[in-house]
């Protein structure tokens, strides 16, 4: 069974840092591109930032600079550390697994950023 578990979400005041996790088991991890996506509540969800298998990132330009995503691939987890986080930065943030037509999801954390 393929399980994607977040965790590293709560409340933090503008200005501050958080690092999510993801620890994924199922599925050859080391293989897998692993994004993060954030979703507001009647919104669509967006990619926040991805790495390849590779290790090639990309990032959404309103987090560049800010985000950085990193992957451990022994300890089958992906990371996005935050900083200097804006009150637009709070959403649940989801964690997902790619490989081809194959991909997965955890069901979130969220962050919440507020004074």
């Known amino acids: 069974q393929v399980q994607l578990v977040e965790s590293g979400g709560g409340l933090v005041q503008p200005g501050g840092s958080l690092r999510l996790s993801c620890v994924v088991s199922g599925i050859s991890f080391r293989l897998y591109a692993m994004g993060w996506y954030r979703q507001a509540p009647g919104k669509q969800r967006e990619l926040v930032a991805v790495?390849?298998?590779?290790?090639?990132?990309n990032y959404v330009d309103s987090v560049k600079g800010r985000f950085t995503i990193s992957r451990d691939n022994d300890k089958n987890t992906v990371y996005l550390h935050m900083n200097s986080l804006k009150p637009e930065d709070t959403d649940v943030y989801f964690c997902?697994?790619?490989?081809?037509?194959?991909?997965?999801w955890g069901k979130g954390t969220l962050v919440t950023v507020s004074s």
């Open positions: 790495i390849t298998s590779g290790g090639s990132t």
């Open positions: 997902n697994a790619g490989l081809g037509i194959k991909y997965y």
